[in-house]
């Protein structure tokens, strides 16, 4: 199933929202790292200021005697540190902190050279500044000099690890009111087209008749071009219906004429194959062009009906025309059953089967309708019962079809069954014989709801 | 028995008249709606035969029109139109029956007997008081379980007799409803026929079925059930 356009749309949004945080989260990570560096790199220049302006020459060894401002210089493992090798290599000088601590410098620098970095001892990381100078002092000589000023990263580190806490959780917390702002928004701008949905829900329950809801300028051109292509089918299945009326009427009175005619005149041996074929083209009629009308149906987009009104109707009238006078009635049907096309449809399957058990039965016909199954497969189920003699099971397949007459000896043509069947099969839905709880047949029909 | 045709299909309403006279009812003749509603109201028909698609005014608002004035007029409709959707609203307009065409005549003459039937208050086909029997679907009629032999006038005599029982029937409205307007409606032919009943009813004078009443008419004086 193709994911919703909420969803689509939320998933690419997430998506965006983490790449554009991620990289803006790194490179802010990158500058502030950047910029601790640099301050660092200020502040161990610093320290080389203060030890060049205490330095001292002497025997050729340049050395920083006495007290330095900073008492990590004179405190052992206090993580700043500073020597003075010269050109040999030889350490000149060294500050009290470096007492027994490992310190790797082997590096010379020009004079006026100057290299930053970060140096990893083993024990612990540094920054180390390191600076090549030449010294003279007038009295006591001059000679080259490498200074090497450290200080360990770790309260950088601490820093920076501070930083980072606030910054990802801060982007984190952007992210998420982003993505909660992005999903109203789309909630809020697929609003139209949900309720598109809904109303064509509402259409295909026939509560509504048409799309008629305001809906924005971009859909308009839709809804619009459905509910003209809803109406243009309407349109077309009522002429086709018409027409089928028409044509039956049409054919039926010059059949009625016909029939009288040759019954007319009794006097007159009238060849029982003319009979039959007026017969044939009654049945071919009746039967062919309800067919036709029942395959023209099928419920109509967004057509439905009561069941309970019509069946009250249904009931009223039909039974009346019982020659040996109305049986029982009973009917059981919910006040919210929908039948899901015209009411023509219905009247015509209610109609036949009704008639049909009046004619069959003794003194009861009940009819009964509810909704079957579960929510995603729902059915109309239509029951119609009667106390008559019932279907013999032998002929349960064969009354269903055209023409198919379980006793000769009562009035019809064996065709409204055979209707009901294609009514029923157009709605794809089914129809079965059975026997009733009270002995006689019952006709079961299922249909599908949308 | 008087019967309203209301058919624009001339050749239909023709065979329909054929065929009713020859089971010798009277027959009326309308070809377009207003006129079938005229007959209905002013003549003294007893059952009238509707066609829905009629011309001026359709069936349905005839029968509509005709129950709205309190009409209890029995009517067949008799149509094209054979959906249960058309059936419905025919019946719901107040007619009491419909027969789709194309139809059998045999069929249409049972319903219609049916119908005439109801309107009497019999349930039965069989039309049964004291020792007379008339069968309405065979059109015999049995004297003490013995056939009789009626001619179809004194079949219709007795059968519109038999739908009244107890009431006094006068010799107008045995004509009326027994032979048509162009026909020579001399009141004696009704005396001649009621005479011939009579003794046909009654050969020993002892059952004495349709008394007479002087400047009134006559009543059917046999015991019916239930009535």
Redesign the interface.
Known sequence: MMPSLQRRLLVVATLVVAGFLGITGLILDQAFRGSLERAQEDRLQGYLYTLLTAADLRDDRLAVPGELPEAGFHTVGSGLYARILDRRGSVSWQSDSLTGVRFDTGEHLEPGERRFRTVDTGEEELYLLTYGLFWEEPDAGSGEFTLYVAETTEPRMHQLAAYRTSLWGWLAAAAVALLVTQALVLRWGLKPLRRVATDLGAMENGQKSALDGHYPREIRGLTESLNQLIRSERERTTRYRNSL?DL???L??P???????L??DSGRRIPPEAMEQ?ERI?ATV?YQL?RAAAAGGGGRFGESISVRPVAE??L???P??R?A?PPEIRLDCGSDLRFPGP??DL??I???LVDNACKWCDTRVELAARVIGKESHRLLELTVDDDGPGVPETQRERILKRGGRADESR?GHGIGLAIVRELVESYHGEVHVETSAFGGARFRIRLPLR | MRILVIED?A??AR??E??LKSESFVVDLAEDGPTGLHLARDYPVDLAIVDL?LPGLSGLELIQQLRAEGSRLPILILT??????D??AG??AGA???L??????E?LL??MN?LLRRMGGW?H?VLQAGPVALDTRTRSVTLHDRPLELTAYEYRLLEYLLHRPGTVVSKTELSEHLYPDDADRDSNVIEVFIRRLRQKLDPDGTLNPIETLRGRGYCLRLEVPGS
Not at chain 1, 255 to 261: D, G, H, N, Q
Not at chain 2, 80 to 85: H, K
């Open positions: 009326a039956a009427h049409s039926k009175t059949l009625a004429v016909l029939r009288s005619t019954e007319a007026i009654h009746n309800g109707r249904i009223n009238s039909v009346r025309t020659h006078g009411e023509g009247m015509e209610l109609g036949n009035p | 299909e050749a239909l065979q329909l054929h065929r698609g094209a139109r054979g959906s249960w959707q059936r419905v019946l719901e009491d029956d419909y789709p065409k194309p139809f059998r005549m069929e049972a319903r049916a349930a086909p």
